[in-house]
């Protein structure tokens, strides 16, 4: 398996512009997650989805951040207009449903995003 | 609400030696609990975790945690570093209700000298 895809891998934008950020979870993985790595606030998830329905984005920082799951195999995350203070790391996870709901989760490679 | 403390930013050890990564954890109920690695400009790749049964846990590459409910500690282990280990180590934590998203510890870096 190729696990779990992200593109692109770096990114520089302006100011203002919109980004969009994709992934590709690991082939038969019901749950996807979006997660910032910061040095000052470490990992924190962003939202994450359960057979592409949105579960809990409580972690969301506000309204120009927004995520979808149009099928089991593509997410987006999508920061428009974006500001330096979104400059980070952003992972992509996915992990698959047990008995115990107790798979760990695989993470992708991470976009670093740099916001000028 | 759930959390995680790694007390540690930073763990220095000789090869050779033993290491221990610390990590204390709050959670309601029983945790299941895990921990990665991060290498440089990667992503975080899974250790080990324990979910129940045997309070010392066995992962990849040779490291261990050991799960201590009264202490609510969850500490990494590996009786011999390797330079390759030196990486940055993160420990999770979640509780058994529905919600499936981990709270992550901050993080601590360990430095293995050759």
């Known amino acids: 398996d190729a696990g779990v895809i992200q593109s692109p891998r770096h990114e520089v934008t302006e100011m203002g512009q919109e980004v969009t950020l994709r992934c590709k979870p690991i082939?038969?993985?019901?749950?996807l997650f979006w997660y910032r790595q910061t040095m000052m606030r470490g990992l924190e998830l962003l939202i994450y989805?359960?057979?592409?329905?949105?579960?809990?984005d409580s972690g969301m920082p506000e309204d120009r951040f927004s995520a979808k799951m149009p099928n089991a195999s593509f997410s987006t995350l999508k920061i428009q207009p974006s500001e330096p203070r979104d400059s980070a790391v952003y992972f992509c996870?996915?992990?698959?449903?047990?008995?115990?709901?107790?798979?760990?989760?695989?993470f992708g490679p991470g976009t670093r995003l740099t916001v000028t | 609400a759930q959390s995680v403390a790694q007390p540690e930013d930073q763990v220095n050890v000789a090869e050779g030696n033993p290491l221990t990564v610390k990590c204390t954890y709050s959670?309601?109920?029983?945790?299941?609990l895990f921990w990665y690695v991060q290498y440089p400009n990667r992503g975080l790749q899974f250790l080990l975790k324990?979910?129940?049964?045997?309070?010392l846990v066995k992962g990849s590459y040779g490291f261990e945690a050991e799960f201590n409910k009264s202490q609510t500690s969850f500490h990494l282990k590996k009786p011999s570093a390797l330079v390759s280990d030196s990486a940055l180590y993160f420990c999770?934590?979640?509780?058994?209700?529905?919600?499936?998203?981990?709270?992550f510890g901050s993080g601590t870096r360990l430095q293995v000298q050759p």
């Open positions: 996870a996915s992990s698959r449903t047990s008995g115990q709901g107790t798979y760990e989760q695989y």
């Open positions: 082939s038969g993985h019901d749950y």
């Open positions: 989805f359960n057979n592409n329905v949105p579960i809990d």
């Open positions: 959670v309601s109920g029983n945790p299941y």
């Open positions: 324990y979910i129940t049964g045997d309070n």
């Open positions: 999770a934590v979640r509780d058994r209700t529905g919600r499936r998203a981990l709270t």
